[in-house]
């Protein structure tokens, strides 16, 4: 079992503190929904978990098996089996699919540690091998409901708010992260593409994998049932329970949480 620690973790953009003390416990096998008013900050936390150099850690610490990540580049915590399907994904024109999938698949699986000389310096020798890459691929698509034509697409680009959300699953499917960070995962999918990536998720929720899901709704948590919810507020969580936390917030909303929470520690009202 891994264990993903958030602790007193502050952290500034360009001098304005967003992340006030944020502390949270993922294990594997577990769903912690992460609910909160816009602007409270649950993005940052996303992409301070991530490794995101825009961010300045002012203090505490993240921790993965007891170990600290903050030193490690964002693509060494990817290794580390941290992976973050963003809010707003970025088109990578030129860039398609299955070659971002298969270097990112490489680097997560220590195929590009291997030294070229070792295979005479071809071309993609680091990589992983192209014809397991592309069963592999192909497999996935098919599990995941993701249609073959995209792999020949230019990542993101193009690509419609469900038809990136769903390429995210794809994205996770294939890296096998040991946590999962969807920020927003459900936003703007219709129903049947909302089923489609929480049929996904519920796939990728083995045992050994932990979830940390930003949402706005109790909608997808109908469908992917969470072990914790929690309120997150002017950069910090507030309160911590189970599903009904969701419940609550989605008829009574945040007013309450200001009040009991105080006023004036909104990020951005
Ligand atoms: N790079 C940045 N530069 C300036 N301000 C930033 C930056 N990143 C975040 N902020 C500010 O930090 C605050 C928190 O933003 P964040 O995106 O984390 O909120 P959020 O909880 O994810 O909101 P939403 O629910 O709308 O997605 C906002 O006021 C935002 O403007
Ligand atoms: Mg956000």
Known sequence: MSTLEIRNLHASVEDTEILKGVNLTLHSGEIHALMGPNGSGKSTLAYVIAGHPHYEITEG??????????????????????????????????????????????????????????????????????????????????EYNVDSSFARRYLNDGFSGGEKKRTEVLQMAMLEPKFAIL?????????????????????????????????????????????????????RIVKTGGPEVAEMLEERGYGWVEQEFGTGELVAA
């Open 61 to 142: 610490d993240i921790l993965v098996d007891g170990e600290s990540i903050l030193e490690m580049e964002a693509d060494e915590r990817t290794k580390a089996g941290i992976f973050l399907a963003f809010q707003y994904p970025v088109a990578v024109p030129g860039v398609s699919v299955a070659n971002f999938l298969r270097t990112a698949v490489s680097n997560v699986r220590g195929y590009t540690e291997q030294a070229d000389s070792n295979r005479g310096g071809v071309i993609g020798s680091n990589l992983m091998p192209m014809r397991d890459f592309r069963r592999e691929l192909t497999a996935k698509m098919k």
């Open 183 to 235: 920020d927003e995962s459900d936003s703007g999918l219709d129903i049947d593409a909302l089923r489609v990536v929480a049929d996904g998720i519920n796939k990728l929720a083995t045992p050994d994998r932990g979830f940390l899901m930003i949402t706005h709704y109790q909608r997808l948590l109908n469908y992917v049932k969470p072990n914790f919810v929690s309120i997150f507020y002017g950069g």
